[in-house]
């Protein structure tokens, strides 16, 4: 394999990892609502495999780009110059369009985080309900509902009876 496929295979199995790693914690914050052990040992065992993955695709990708420096004897340590100065344009606009999508998933992945941790961390309580179910519920549903109020009632100034 050539280095510039090399590189972009790299790339592409890590954003796999990544969306992999989106998916467990998407998965996660499901079995938080629905408490389930079984479950929860799968998901540490594929949270586990995800990490094992990343770090072996990381030496491998250090490998390279410390390859690719080596044998064109660059002085930057950067790896977007090092392919910017190596390879050809059309790889180099694959370069950075996978790691833009990577980018967007370590951004999704961060925001999945924060909403897990809210939730394990019981910050939305009306997680934890039970929906009643039956006559229970067409009883909420018969409710008198609050009459709704307009923005026009707040802004007005109310009228007195003097002038």
């Avoid at 910017?84 to 996978?98: G, N």
């Avoid at 999508?101 to 961060?110: F, G, M, N, T």
């Avoid at 923005?151 to 009876?161: F, N």
Wanted: hydrophobic share 30%.
């Amino acid at each position: 394999m050539t280095e510039k496929h090399e590189i972009l295979k790299l790339l592409r199995d890590r954003l796999q990892t990544l969306q992999g790693i989106r998916d467990f914690y998407l998965r996660k914050q499901k079995s938080l609502l629905e408490t389930d052990s079984k479950t929860e040992k799968k998901l540490e065992k594929l949270h586990h495999h995800y990490l094992q993955q990343l770090l072996l695709n990381e030496t491998d990708w250090k490998k390279s780009i410390k390859s690719l420096r080596e044998t064109k004897n660059i002085p930057s340590e950067n790896p977007d110059i090092i392919v910017s100065l190596v390879l050809d344009e059309e790889i180099i606009t694959q370069y950075f369009a996978y790691k833009d999508r990577i980018h967007q998933s370590l951004h999704e992945i961060d925001r999945i985080k924060t909403n897990l941790d809210l939730l394990a961390s019981d910050a939305f309580p009306f997680t934890r309900l039970q929906i009643p179910s039956g006559k229970s519920r067409q009883l909420i549903k018969n409710q008198k509902k609050p009459m709704p109020v307009r923005i026009s009632d707040i802004d007005r100034p109310k009228k007195t009876g003097k002038k």
